[in-house]
């Protein structure tokens, strides 16, 4: 079993960046598949970011492409979210989430039924 920690979260004006953080512990071996997942309040869960180790592959959502970017730290066991030029509509709860696949596509990676390791969240609040 992994465990995941995030930390990071805040306030930020629209246009500002911040960096959230997600630390694993656990049964770390088998994880080849990290991702950020956000929730607004009355929408669902969005997968946001993910990174497969395999092949040291990055997907990201069309809604954050070229504004955040997914790094894992390997020796710290630490995996980054850095977002840039944030938006209002970036608001929201988000999680770390951890699991394993064999064949990475973007539709799997940032489908939240890939994952079987979820952390408890950070809020992120953008204002305008």
């Known amino acids: 079993h992994v465990q995941l920690v995030e930390s990071g979260g805040g306030s930020a004006q629209a246009g500002g960046s911040m960096r959230l953080s997600c630390d694993l512990s656990g049964d770390t071996g088998m994880t080849n598949l990290m991702a950020w997942f956000r929730q607004a309040p009355g929408k669902e869960r969005e997968g946001v970011a993910s990174f497969y180790s395999g092949r040291s592959l990055t997907f990201y959502a069309d809604s954050v492409k070229g504004r955040f970017t997914i790094s894992r730290e390997k020796t710290k066991n630490t995996v980054y979210l850095y977002m840039n030029s944030l938006r209002p509509q970036d608001s929201g709860m988000y999680y770390c989430?951890?699991?394993?696949?064999?064949?990475?596509?973007?539709?799997?990676?940032?489908?939240?039924?890939?994952?079987?390791?979820w952390g408890q969240g950070t809020q992120v609040t953008v204002s305008s």
């Open positions: 989430a951890a699991g394993r696949t064999l064949f990475p596509t973007k539709f799997g990676a940032l489908d939240a039924e890939s994952y079987t390791s």
